[in-house]
């Protein structure tokens, strides 16, 4: 990585059934592998529980989510318990007192918790559409726009999962220059660090954030926020193979020259087999490192796209 956290800095807000805690409407939990065994060794987790949060029992009746005269509720089956009202406010007490946050893991499919495509039923209790918001989680997310948000199920897709964590560093590094006082040559030298990453998501945003950066007249306020919104929005943007075989020929351009015959052939070679699906970006990534030690870059060493997050992750063997 291109700079060092400790575990206890980074943290993540997590709806609580999701490390364990029984905390659902039948007194269970939904422990997620993932997130427990795996990122829970690399972040700090701070847990949730909107409806307990509210006053709510353990166990207690289902909620879902029911829409009469295109209004939306949190209620019981039959209508009664309408808990729409305590979920909103309370998600907006969390969102002004979680600025401090990292990122977040929702639980999928919950009337609370949810993110996104849930169920929403008819006041007879049909199935009406499935593009429902958890009520505490549209609070969340409309309160804190650039946090990295994503949901249980949605994390055991590789891709997404990688997408996830990168962001969460990303996002978390930003935090740390803005905390420490940000100025012109600050914002330059973060974008230094993120420019081959966002040219592996987003070309049209490697140009736009980079044009942006380059504006003279505009105040480094507004600067910084339009550059930090426009980042994480490239970020979400999931990277295709077609971006990261461009970005990797970047990169071996940059030092290639610095490289013995056979040791250029090689890397093309790596670079190609993962073009064409024979290998994982892992293995060109490996071999650019091991080069960089031999001839070091100081300019390449500070890519975040090489070293994005902790190693020990091992998120990229899937692509």
Not at 18 to 29: I, M, T
Not at 277 to 296: F, K, M, S, V
């Amino acid at each position: 990585m291109i700079y060092s956290v400790k575990k206890e800095d980074i943290q993540i807000g997590i709806s609580a059934c999701l490390v364990g805690q029984k905390v659902r409407f039948d007194a269970s939990n939904k422990p997620s592998k993932f997130c427990i065994e795996e990122l829970g060794e690399h972040v700090q987790y701070e847990t949730f529980c909107p409806e307990v949060a509210i006053g709510l029992p353990i166990p207690r009746p289902t909620i879902r989510q029911i829409k009469k005269d295109d209004v939306i509720q949190v209620a019981r089956p039959d209508g009664s318990g309408d808990v729409t009202e305590a979920l909103h406010a309370y998600g907006k007490k969390v969102s002004e007192m979680t600025k401090h946050l990292s990122g977040y893991v929702f639980c999928a499919k919950s009337p609370s918790c949810g993110m996104e495509r849930l169920k929403v039923y008819t006041p007879e209790g049909h199935s009406l559409e499935s593009n429902g918001i958890g009520a505490f989680a549209e609070e969340i997310m409309a309160g804190n726009p650039l946090l990295p948000c994503e949901e249980n199920g949605r994390l055991n897709d590789m891709h997404i999962r990688e997408n996830f964590v990168a962001r969460i560093y990303a996002y978390k590094h930003w935090q740390m220059v803005s905390e420490s006082g940000l100025t012109k040559h600050k914002l330059t030298t973060f974008h230094s660090h993120y420019k081959y990453t966002v040219m592996s998501h987003n070309l049209v945003a490697y140009k736009k954030l980079g044009k942006l950066l380059a504006d003279v007249d505009l105040p480094l306020e507004e600067k910084a926020s339009q550059y930090i919104s426009g980042l994480m929005a490239a970020l979400k943007i999931p990277a295709t193979r077609k971006n990261h075989v461009n970005t990797l020929t970047h990169i071996q351009g940059y030092f290639s020259k610095h490289l013995a015959a056979a040791q250029r052939k090689e890397l093309c070679e790596q670079i190609d087999g993962y073009r064409l699906g024979l290998l994982p970006l892992i293995a060109p990534l490996t071999l650019i490192n091991h080069y960089l030690l031999q001839y070091p870059k100081d300019y390449l060493k500070g890519q975040s796209y090489l070293s994005p997050y902790p190693d020990s992750l091992r998120l990229r063997y899937a692509y």
